[in-house]
């Protein structure tokens, strides 16, 4: 797992292509492979949001009530589980300086970490960290209700909408969150037609898309035709991006 933090000295404007994008986690941690995808057996996970700060817990329940509104063959149910206790089979969010494996979150949002059955891809864990540095995530509760659902998507199976060449825009599952632009407050199309393939019940319906849990900000890109890299000034614009970290993942044999 890696960390970048890149300064852009350019307004980049990039084509906006479609939506098709969702990606599943996978057995070999290689997401645009075709290797047995990771799930819940249950069709269901427990899910413990207590340790979050009061006016925290809240909006956390919100995202896991509206994963459960979007996805009808899978259910976030309420658990009682421990931090970063990676056998309690409970997916905890919390806010922490480090990831459930003691690596600094740099400048990531949220980190999820997940554990798995190697030979079956059967969720045997997860856990959520949330960037205590991260001063957005305390101010700004559209901002963190929308980490907090991407990092649900993680939790049940999804990796992120953009790590195939796919831009992933337009999705709640998308390794970057622009800070400027209007907030995601649901699962969109794409991240629940995700969840339907590895949940799927009857009724779901829809056609699916072609197909770390971890979330990322970034300035505001504006969008037009085609791409252009403006350069000279007055036009020059330092934007800083913090990118991506992957999800921490762990498998084990039966």
């Known amino acids: 797992m890696t960390r970048s933090v890149l300064a852009v000295l350019a307004i980049a404007s990039f ?33 413990n949001t207590s340790i979050l700060p009061s006016d ?3 909006l956390a329940n919100e995202a896991r ?12 149910q309420v658990g009682v589980g421990r931090e970063c206790d ?7 969010l919390g806010f922490s300086t480090t990831s459930c494996t ?5 400048d990531a949002l949220a980190v999820t970490r997940s554990r798995w059955r190697l030979q079956t891809g059967e969720l045997l864990d997860a856990d959520v960290a949330f960037n205590e540095r991260m001063t957005i995530l305390r101010s700004n509760d559209d901002i963190f209700l929308q980490v907090a659902m991407h990092e649900l998507g993680h939790v049940l199976g999804l990796d992120h909408s953009d790590a195939c060449r796919a831009s992933g825009d ?45 979330c990322a900000i970034a300035s505001s890109p504006r969008r037009s035709g085609s ?28």
């Open 170 to 214: 337009g999705t709640l599952m998308k390794s970057v969150l622009y800070q400027g632009a209007p907030r995601i407050q649901w699962p969109t199309d794409d991240d629940i037609a995700g969840a339907n393939f590895i949940y799927p019940s009857e009724g779901s319906g829809g056609e699916l898309p072609q197909g770390a849990n971890s």
């Open 102 to 106: 003691g690596e600094s979150l740099g």
């Open 56 to 58: 925290r817990v809240q």
């Open 65 to 76: 009530l509206r994963w459960n509104t979007s996805v009808r063959g899978f259910q976030f």
């Open 227 to 254: 791409a252009v890299l403006l350069l000279g000034p007055p036009l020059l614009l330092v934007i800083r991006r913090w990118l991506v970290r992957r999800p921490q993942r762990s498998a084990e044999p039966i």
């Open 15 to 47: 084509l906006t292509t479609s939506a098709d994008a969702y990606e599943l986690l996978r057995v070999d941690n290689n997401p645009c492979g075709n290797s047995q995808h990771l799930f819940w057996p249950s069709h269901s996970a427990a899910v």
């Open 86 to 92: 990676a056998n309690d089979g409970v997916a905890t």
